[in-house]
């Protein structure tokens, strides 16, 4: 099946009116590509002034959602809200969540569910850090996370994951081509065993991580890469690179 590439641009906790306008210019004025899926992820103070200004073919994401719809959860936003906004995404499981603010595979399990049972679809990080790989536990960390949702059976056509190396977030240090697509592949092979075929086949697995306009043609070559999630790089206008890398 032909997965269509997917990229996302994840702004973190980054910009100010100014700088928004400037992204919603150069993404405003690059060409068409209904090859790609383009969604951005601005600080929640930001998304319905972006929603409002972006051209259509540019969707908007929250960068994270809690587990239930309303309460007292100070500093918290739901998928009701987020929906409310007439947007169609969250990232969830960003490494910065998991490990800056200490969530768990649980409770990103459950914020996954919740997003997804209110009708918003989910980009779910995955990832392991530097010494998990050099001890030889990439396959069983990545394993981990994605089985914290497969035992919650939420289904699957509302999903993209998002495979992003610890090491390699913010530190300019990509994963190579080759250590990008084995993991791709290894995620790929978990969900044709733990889930089904057909969602393994249909499921989006994109690529995280100092994706750049120079390396992003060469990880978009590889089979089991559907596309990326951008960080630094999609505050720039050469974001409109890696959103075509692939065309
Ligand atoms: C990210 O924040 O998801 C990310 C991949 O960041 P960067 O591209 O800056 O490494």
Redesign the pocket.
């Known amino acids: 099946m032909a997965r269509k590439f997917f990229v996302?641009g994840?702004w973190?906790m980054n910009g100010d009116f100014a700088s928004v306008d400037g992204i919603v210019a150069f993404l405003n004025q690059s060409a068409d590509n209904s090859n790609v899926d383009v969604v951005v992820a601005p600080p929640a103070p930001y998304l319905a002034y972006a929603k409002a200004n972006l051209k259509a073919g540019v969707l908007v994401a929250a960068q994270n959602c809690y587990k239930t719809a309303k309460g007292a959860f100070t500093g918290e936003i739901s998928p009701a809200m987020i929906k409310d906004l007439g947007l169609e995404w969250v990232?969830l499981g960003?490494?910065?969540r998991r490990h800056v603010f200490g969530e768990s595979d649980a409770l990103i399990a459950e914020k996954t569910v919740h997003a997804l049972e209110s009708g918003i679809k989910v980009i779910f990080?995955i990832g392991e850090k530097l010494e998990e790989r050099e001890a030889g536990h990439t396959k069983d960390v990545n394993f981990r996370q994605l089985q914290a949702i497969v035992d919650k059976g939420v289904s699957w056509e509302n999903i993209v994951i998002?495979y992003?190396p610890v090491w390699?977030?913010?530190?300019?240090k990509?994963a190579s081509p080759e250590q990008a697509q084995e993991v791709h592949e290894w995620v790929r092979a978990f969900l044709k065993e733990k889930v089904s075929p057909a969602v393994a086949d249909a499921t989006r697995i994109i690529y995280?991580?100092?994706?750049?306009a120079d390396n992003a043609a060469e990880l978009g070559k590889k089979p089991d890469i559907d596309g990326?999630?951008?960080?630094?790089?999609?505050l720039k206008p050469d974001f409109v690179k890696i959103i075509n890398a692939r065309s």
């Open positions: 996302g994840n973190k990232i960003h490494s910065e990080c998002a992003e390699a977030i913010g530190t300019g990509t995280g991580g100092s994706v750049t990326f999630l951008v960080g630094g790089a999609s």
